[in-house]
């Protein structure tokens, strides 16, 4: 079974953060502040995750 992750938004996205940091929140499928998903763990989705790692917290399952 492949690892994924839980990827929780916990700052605002929208608010004095540059655009593409926006998009990629969005992209994750993070919409507003809670919001909690889960996705494979794989480089392109870390990558993600380092752009925005100030407004989300991430969990390992």
Known sequence: MAQSL???LV???VASVK???TATC???GLR???DVVEQPD???IRGMIFK???LVV???N
């Open 6 to 8: 839980k990827i929780k």
């Open 11 to 13: 700052r605002s996205a």
């Open 19 to 21: 655009k593409d940091q």
């Open 26 to 28: 969005r992209a994750l």
């Open 32 to 34: 507003k502040i809670g």
């Open 42 to 44: 794989n480089p392109s």
């Open 52 to 54: 925005v790692k100030h």
């Open 58 to 60: 991430v969990e390992e």
